[in-house]
């Protein structure tokens, strides 16, 4: 069994150890010490980086596990091969990333808090907690309304800023049963209490910091619904700081592109959007105007045959324009159409008036297994894309079909 110096001391940066054990498992070395300041993965709080200083060299650590015989091992960087063997009984100086750590420590304090805010002010249970590489999440049984939030995130930095001492206890589970702990602990055994004075306590493995004032403060972010609750993100420390700064730049760059004050940029942005709204409006009615006007050019200059009035034609245009021209140009009696883009891969739309008997879904059918690209439709309008062929020689194969 390793001893964890993380659990008495988060702040430990530097410690030296003894190669306990070396294993080798799925092309990867793994190395055991007696001792160790390395967090591994373990309550939804990531594992420590950092390196193992020894006669041969440095040693990257790349990840530490949790081992079920209560030892921590520690995966090897493979490129550190080279710097000779590695053997039992050798002895190391291990060093983490301490701004990695450090931040890991301002988040799931920062955890701790939020979620003590969450439950003494709504009775709301916190059901998990990830802390991901950009943002950390916390998992809530039901959804909180947007004014619970905004108190729950007041609440929460108001005890940061008090500056609350962070202690850390073990007690038995006897013992533990007549604490206030916030839930109950899946552990047995002695457990280990992480304790913020007066707010809250609760059994935790991870790496907390000294005080509440070393979080610094924390924000909401994004929410959305999960599991039958809530999913909220939240930001403490130095990655609030960064994400204050990347809503600044996006903010600085939307106030230069609309030339209006901070204040007033969600206003004009709907009035952007509005005015692109009736410009889209503006320019679909024009599409179905030139539509109109090009089926009837096109409804004109149909060519007769025994089967109705053919329009077979090859038009630069989208899938839309293709099925508004079709659809205009059957409205009237007697025709059968098919619409050829002039891209390649092609779209295909076929269509025909109601007192035509040939299929428009057969027609594409049977252009998709000669030519590729997939559709489908309905007897009196069809389409499909993807067809690998020229224009010309798609129209050819359809006129034998029509």
């Known amino acids: 069994m390793t001893d964890r110096l993380y659990y008495a001391d988060a ?9 306990a054990r070396v294993d080798r498992r799925a092309g990867r070395t793994i190395v055991e010490l007696d001792r160790t300041a390395f967090y591994p993965t373990s309550g939804g709080q990531p594992f420590d980086l950092g390196t193992l200083l020894r006669d041969g060299g440095a040693l990257h650590v790349i990840d530490v596990l949790d081992e079920d015989d209560g030892s921590v091992a520690h995966v090897l960087d493979e490129r550190d ?13 291990g060093s983490i990333d301490w701004t990695r750590r450090f931040d890991h420590m301002q988040q799931h304090s920062g955890q701790h808090v939020l979620s003590a805010a969450v439950d003494r002010l709504f009775g ?18 039901r959804e909180l309304w947007r004014d619970e939030m905004t108190a729950a995130e007041t609440e929460a930095n108001r005890v940061i800023w008090e500056n609350r001492s962070v202690s850390i206890r073990f007690v038995t589970a006897e013992e533990a049963a007549t604490l206030p702990l916030r839930k109950e602990p899946v552990r047995e055994g002695t457990l280990r209490l992480v304790d913020i004075d007066g707010f809250d306590l609760s059994a935790c493995g991870g790496t907390h910091v000294e005080r509440t004032g070393s979080i610094g403060v924390i924000a909401i972010g994004a929410v959305e619904r999960f599991k ?22 996006a903010l600085d760059g939307a106030v230069k592109l609309l030339s209006v004050l901070p204040g007033e940029v969600p206003g004009a ?9 009736e410009q889209q409006r503006a320019a679909m009615a024009m599409q179905q105007d030139l539509a109109s006007y090009r089926a009837g050019e096109m409804a004109g200059a149909a060519e007769t045959a025994p089967s109705g009035r053919l329009v077979l034609r090859v038009v630069d245009a989208d899938a839309g324009s293709l099925r508004s021209m079709a659809s205009s140009i059957i409205s009237r009696p007697g025709f059968i159409v098919v619409l050829v883009s ?3 891969p092609a779209l295909v739309v076929a269509a025909r008036s109601p007192d035509r ?41 359809a006129r034998r079909l029509v």
Not at 228 to 249: N, P
Not at 383 to 395: H, K, R, T, V, Y
């Open 357 to 397: 008997p040939v299929s428009a879904h057969d027609v594409v059918k049977a252009l998709t297994a000669t030519f590729g690209g997939r559709g489908g439709g309905k007897p009196e309008l069809a389409q499909a894309g993807g067809l690998d062929a020229n224009p010309d020689e798609i129209l050819t194969a």
């Open 11 to 19: 702040y430990c940066r530097e410690f030296s150890a003894t190669i």
């Open 228 to 249: 039958g609750g809530q999913r909220l993100e939240f930001f403490c420390g130095g990655r609030a700081l960064a994400q204050w700064r990347s809503t600044r730049g």
């Open 81 to 93: 091969a080279g710097s000779g063997e590695v053997t039992a009984g050798q002895t190391v100086r």
């Open 342 to 344: 002039a891209s390649r």
């Open 124 to 141: 709301v249970r916190t059901v998990s907690f990830h802390l991901g590489k950009e943002a950390s999440t916390i998992d809530l049984a």
């Open 269 to 277: 942005v709907e009035r952007l959007l509005n005015e692109a709204r």
